[in-house]
C-alpha cells in the first residue's frame, strides 16, 4: 500500500508539473506562424526481414494550407506523422495593407480629432513584429476646424511606426499590438487645427478582435478609450505602462505646453497584399 501511495504521488505531481510546463508554454507569447514544406528525415524500417531506410516529411499536415492534420506515419518511429507541411513562425516578411472608417483622438482638455477615413501600409518582419507602418488619416477636425499635417487640408500623415504583439490574457488568448514610433518618440510631430498647433508623443496599445488560432489573410485591431485615456495600457506580466500625449502650442511659432492624456478610438481592418497567403497568430 506504501508503494501504492508512493506512486500515486508521484504521479500526482508528474501531472502537475505537466500543467505548469503547459500553461508556461502557452503563456510565452503570441507568434505568427505560416504553412511551409516540411523538413524530411531518414526513417529505418524492417521490410522482409531486412532492415531498409527511406527519406520521409516529418509534417504534421497533408496540404499546403495546413488544415488537414497528417494521420500516423509508417516509417517514422511511434508513428509519427510525415506529412509534407508544417507550421512554423514566419520566416520571411509580409507586406499588410489596412483601412478604417471614423477615427478618433480624444485629447484631455481641448476635445475630439476626428478623421473620418484612414489607411495604412505595413510589413510584418518577424514573427512577434511589424515596421514600415504608414498610417494618412483624411477629412481630420478638431472643434470644426480641419486639421492637417503638410499642405493637403484635413490630411494628417504619422510618422513611420513599428509594432510588436503580445498578450492582453493569456487565460483567454486576448491578444494586443503595441504601436510605437521607429525613430524619436512623436506620432506626429506637428499638426495644426487653424491657430492651434499639436504634437503627439507616445505609445497606444489595441486589441486583436479577429479570431487568433485561425488560418486568415485578414485582421482587425480596436482601439479604445475613455475621457483621454487608453483603456489598454500594457501586455500582461508587463509593469511598463503605454499612453498617449498631445502637446499644444499656439500655431506657427508658438511655445509648446506641457502633454494632455489623449486617447485613440478606432478598428482597423487589414489584409495581406499576397492574396495567396495565410498566417495564423497562435496563442
Not at 49 to 65: I, R
Not at 121 to 138: L, Q, V, Y
Request: a negative charge; charged letters at 25%.
Amino acid at each position: 500500500m506504501k508503494t501504492i501511495r508512493v506512486v500515486s504521488a508521484c504521479l500526482v505531481a508528474a501531472f502537475a508539473l505537466s500543467a505548469v510546463a503547459a500553461a508556461s508554454a502557452s503563456a510565452a507569447e503570441p507568434a505568427l506562424y505560416e504553412c511551409a514544406k516540411a523538413g524530411k528525415e531518414t526513417a529505418k524500417y524492417i521490410s522482409k526481414g531486412k532492415e531498409k531506410s527511406k527519406s520521409v516529411y516529418t509534417g504534421e499536415y497533408t496540404n499546403k494550407e495546413c488544415t488537414d492534420l497528417a494521420p500516423p506515419g509508417k516509417y517514422r518511429a511511434e508513428g509519427k506523422p510525415e506529412g509534407k507541411y508544417t507550421a512554423q513562425e514566419i520566416t520571411q516578411h509580409y507586406a499588410v495593407e489596412g483601412k478604417a472608417e471614423g477615427s478618433n483622438l480624444e485629447i484631455l482638455g481641448i476635445g475630439g480629432l476626428t478623421c473620418a477615413h484612414s489607411s495604412y501600409t505595413g510589413e510584418f518582419n518577424s514573427p512577434k513584429s511589424a515596421d514600415k507602418i504608414s498610417i494618412t488619416f483624411t477629412d481630420c477636425e478638431l472643434s470644426h476646424h480641419q486639421c492637417e499635417t503638410g499642405a493637403t487640408l484635413g490630411e494628417i500623415k504619422v510618422n513611420q511606426l513599428q509594432a510588436r504583439i503580445g498578450y492582453l490574457d493569456a487565460a483567454t488568448h486576448e491578444v494586443g499590438a503595441l504601436f510605437t514610433p521607429e525613430t524619436g518618440t512623436y506620432f506626429v510631430t506637428l499638426m495644426h487645427c487653424a491657430e492651434l498647433g499639436l504634437r503627439t508623443i507616445g505609445g497606444v496599445i489595441g486589441q486583436v478582435v479577429s479570431p487568433v488560432d485561425t488560418w486568415t489573410n485578414a485582421a482587425s485591431l480596436r482601439f479604445e478609450e475613455s475621457s483621454g485615456i487608453q483603456l489598454l495600457k500594457r501586455f500582461e506580466g508587463e509593469a511598463e505602462g503605454h499612453g498617449l500625449l498631445t502637446e499644444t502650442a499656439n500655431y506657427p511659432e508658438g511655445e509648446w505646453h506641457e502633454g494632455k492624456a489623449s486617447g485613440e478610438s478606432g478598428e482597423y481592418s487589414g489584409k495581406l497584399t499576397s492574396k495567396k497567403a495565410k498566417l495564423e497568430l497562435k496563442a
